[in-house]
Structures are given as C-alpha cells and as structure tokens.
C-alpha cells in the first residue's frame, strides 16, 4: 500500500492545496474526493475498501507542504488500535489537514485511486 501512498502524495505535491470530502461510506467502503474546487471538478478520487475504523471530518482542506497521507505504524499504531479498539487491521493510513493538530485515520484493507479529472455539469 506504500506505492498508493506515495502515489497520492506525488499528485498532491502538484497543487498548493486540495480540499477534500467525504463522498460516500457505505458496507465497508469509503469514498473521498479531491479538489482544489469542487464548484467545477474533482481532480481524485480515492476508494478505501475493507474499512474497519475511521476517524475524520466529512469535509477539510491539506497543504501538501508534507505528505498529506501516510502509512501508519510502530508504536502510533499500537495507541490507536489500543484506543479505538480496532479489530480486523490490515493497514492503518493516516491524513494530515490544515487545522488540526493529530491525522485523522483510516484503518482499511485496501485503497484504490483514480487521478481523472472529472468535470462536474454546472
């Protein structure tokens, strides 16, 4: 999963800044999209499947000054698994936004990312 990661993070580097939102969560996958102005278009989509936890806002903006995504591990994945008693853990991915200070995180099985604009019919 460290090949996606760093796919992501290599796109977002491209931008100043990428809003993002929560698309859609359903079963056991999750749906967020990218856009530096989602009025017009989404620039990626990125498709997390087998989630078993998650903590993060539906809506929030990331400055890719630093990865904005990461594979999270050691002993920071110890705390959050012993704190939100995440069960069925494959991998851990945390996201760094704007205005807040700890990463949000996804536990999931797998991702899939998708960097096509599409253009939204205004």
């Known amino acids: ?7 992501i993070n290599t796109f977002l580097s ?8 929560v698309k859609s969560f359903a079963n056991d996958s999750l749906i967020l999209l990218g856009s530096t102005d989602f009025y017009y278009q989404h620039d990626i989509k990125i498709v997390f499947e087998g989630v ?13 000054d630093k990865p904005v995504f990461s594979l999270i591990e050691g002993s920071e994945s110890f705390d959050l698994i012993r704190d939100f008693e995440i069960e069925n853990i494959n991998t851990i991915i945390g ?3 704007d ?3 700890k990463k949000f995180f996804i536990a999931c099985q ?4 998708d ?3 599409v253009i939204y019919d205004t």
Do not use: H
């Not at 491209?14 to 939102?21: A, K, S, V």
């Not at 078993?52 to 890719?64: M, Y």
């Open 99 to 101: 205005d807040i200070a």
């Open 14 to 21: 491209n931008n100043n800044w990428m809003d993002f939102r």
């Open 52 to 64: 078993s936890s998650l903590s993060l806002r539906t809506e929030w903006v990331s400055s890719p």
């Open 95 to 97: 996201i760094k936004a």
């Open 1 to 7: 999963m460290k090949n996606q990661i760093d796919e």
């Open 110 to 113: 797998n991702l899939q990312i």
């Open 115 to 117: 960097t096509s604009t």
